[in-house]
Each structure stands twice: as C-alpha cells, then as structure tokens.
C-alpha cells in the first residue's frame, strides 16, 4: 500500500469515529425544530406533569443524563441518538434558565451574562486543549465533552437571550424573531463573502438560533394578548416534534448527514 493510500485510510478510519453530522441543510432544520420545541415543550412539561418547574428540571436532567450516556458509549454517529440528545439539552438548557429567573431570583440580563461567560470560557479551555474549535474532530471522550457542554451552554444562553430581547426589553416575540433571523442571515452573508471563517461562522450561527427557536416557540404558542397567535404549547410541541420524527427518521434510513469518510469504501 502507497503513502497517499494509506494516509486516505488511516483519514477515513479517523473520520469514522467523528460522533457528529455532517452541516447539511437538515442539520440546520433539525436543530431550530429542536430550539423550538425546547421552548415550548418545556413550558407544557412545566404546566402538566404536576412536578413544577424545578421537579421537572430534575426529571429531564435525569433523561438527559442517561441519553449522554448513550451517546458517548457509540463508537460513531448515530442521528437519532444525537438528535435524542439535542433535543433533551433544548428542553433542560430552557427549563435551566426558567429555574433561574423564577425560582432562583436570577434576572434575565444577569443569567444572560452568567451564560455567555460560561460558554466563552468553554470555547476558551476547548480551544487551548485542542487547537481548535472544529466539530469535525470531536472523534473522542474528550472532545465530545466539550461538544456537548458547549452546546448545553448555547441552549440556555440562547433561552436567557432570547427571553431577554422579547420580553425584559419588550420587543415582543416576532420582533425578536426577525432580529435573530436577520442575524444569520447576516452571518451567512459574512461567509459567502469570505469575511468570517467556516467554524466562526458555524458557531455564531449555532448560538444565534436557540433564541430564534425560542421566539418563533413562542410566538407561535402564546396567547394573542401576550404577542402570540395562540397555537399553545400543545399543539406547537406535537407540530414540531413529528417534523424532528419524521427528518430524524429520513437522516437515518438515508444516512446521507454521516461524516463523509464514513461513505469511503475501507
């Protein structure tokens, strides 16, 4: 076997290790489906199960922990397995927040602080272990740690910034919605154009749209006096929820967001 045939195996064998999907455009779909949901399904978890908010925090924390477990115990990318795990951070990264500022007396503005100072730190130890911030080598137990707590961070941050801006600041849901659209899309641009890099890009826009999630949730499931159209949490987190289903389902059978040297032949 040559040196270049070897070093493409030994790349592909690497790349069969990496624990996450491909950035496709169903990643992006899926993930702000599960930014709403967290939102919305967490307030109906919240107003149902009888536990309050606190109970129910420490029901999906456990749901969570056992769902990680899972993830990390895979010796590669599962879709259904790490959307399971996504959604479940959306849902506890929200219940978080709602804990803090309802039971805990944390305001909005300064959970939304605590929480970036949180995730800036955990880029920055990232960073320093590893040399870089790419997702494309979380191939290890040390890696995806990072991942996963980076991502738990972004969620509730987003949560915390996003109730902050529709309704501390009182721009109200749809506002809101079309300020953190408008962000991306202008993250977007700033790549296209070669003026932010691809993992810059990729994690501005990751943070950016759990409180685009969180106020289209919003927007869609609360009342009409309170800046919604009323749909309830409901009906929003049964809509949402059979849409991750059936894309989840789709990424499965098709297997088309595996890293890429998964498809080598070996």
């Not at 996504?86 to 959970?111: C, H, P």
């Not at 009409?224 to 991750?244: H, V, W």
Request: with cysteine.
């Amino acid at each position: 076997m040559t040196k270049q045939a070897s070093a493409v195996k030994a790349s592909a064998l690497r790349s069969a290790l990496v624990k996450v999907p491909e950035i496709t455009l169903y990643f992006w779909l899926i993930k702000v489906l599960s930014t709403t949901v967290g939102e919305t399904f967490a307030d109906w978890l919240t107003n149902n199960i009888g536990l309050g908010e606190q109970g129910t925090l420490g029901v999906m924390a456990g749901f969570l922990v056992i769902a990680l477990i899972w993830q990390f115990r895979l010796n590669h990318y599962l879709a259904p397995v790490y959307w399971l795990c996504v959604v479940l951070i959306s849902v506890t990264g929200t219940l978080v927040t709602d804990n803090m500022v309802d039971n805990w007396g944390i305001s909005l503005v300064t959970s939304t602080i605590v929480f970036s100072i949180a995730l800036a730190l955990t880029f920055l130890f990232w960073y320093r272990a590893e040399g870089t911030l790419s997702i494309h080598t979380v191939d290890n137990f040390g890696r995806e740690a990072f991942y996963w707590t980076t991502i738990l961070f972004t969620f509730a941050l987003g949560t915390a910034a996003g109730d902050l801006f529709a309704e501390k600041i009182a721009l109200g849901y749809f506002t809101s919605l079309l300020i953190f659209a408008g962000v991306v899309a202008l993250v977007g641009i700033a790549y296209r154009l070669h003026l932010l890099g691809g993992i810059a890009a990729f994690w501005i826009t990751y943070i950016v749209t759990r409180p685009l999630g969180a106020s289209l949730g919003d927007f869609l499931s609360q009342p009409k006096d309170a800046s919604g159209i009323g749909l309830g949490t409901t009906t929003t987190s049964l809509i949402f929820l059979a849409a991750i289903l059936a894309l989840v389902t789709f990424l499965a059978v098709t297997k088309i967001d595996k890293p890429k040297s998964d498809r080598l032949p070996t």
